[in-house]
Nanobody, 121 residues
Framework: QVQLVESGGGLVQPGGSLRLSCAAS????????MKWYRQTPGQQRELVAT???????VYNDSAKGRFTISRDNAKKTVYLQMNNLKPEDTAIYYC???????????????WGQGTQVTVSS
């Protein structure tokens, strides 16, 4: 079974930094696009950042200049470095990845369980 497991969330003061990690495991053949989403109570899940298999990145407006998405293909891990955090960044952050496995040989989208990020004094 393919799984995505997030880590690195926690409580941080405004202006602080956190680094989120998401490790993929299982019978993985190829990991294609990887993404970070976030969701706050009563809101739609929001796409924060995307990194392609080749390392190209895209950010939403709120993340530009503050967040950096990266990946280590050997470790099957995607990261989100978050700097200059603001209270409005508070959310559950979810890892998302398009993965083909040796079980099905068909690309499917997988989600992690989420990690809580709280920015507060």
């Amino acid at each position: 079974q393919v799984q995505l497991v997030e880590s690195g969330g926690g409580l941080v003061q405004p202006g602080g930094s956190l680094r989120l990690s998401c490790a993929a495991s299982g019978n993985i053949v190829t990991i294609n696009t990887m993404k970070w989403y976030r969701q706050t109570p009563g809101q739609q899940r929001e796409l924060v950042a995307t990194v392609t298999r080749g390392g190209d990145t895209v950010y939403n407006d709120s993340a530009k200049g503050r967040f950096t998405i990266s990946r280590d293909n050997a470790k099957k891990t995607v990261y989100l470095q978050m700097n200059n955090l603001k209270p409005e960044d508070t959310a559950i952050y979810y890892c998302n990845a398009q993965i083909s496995s040796s079980t099905t040989w068909v690309s499917q989208v997988y989600w992690g369980q989420g990690t809580q990020v709280t920015v507060s004094s």
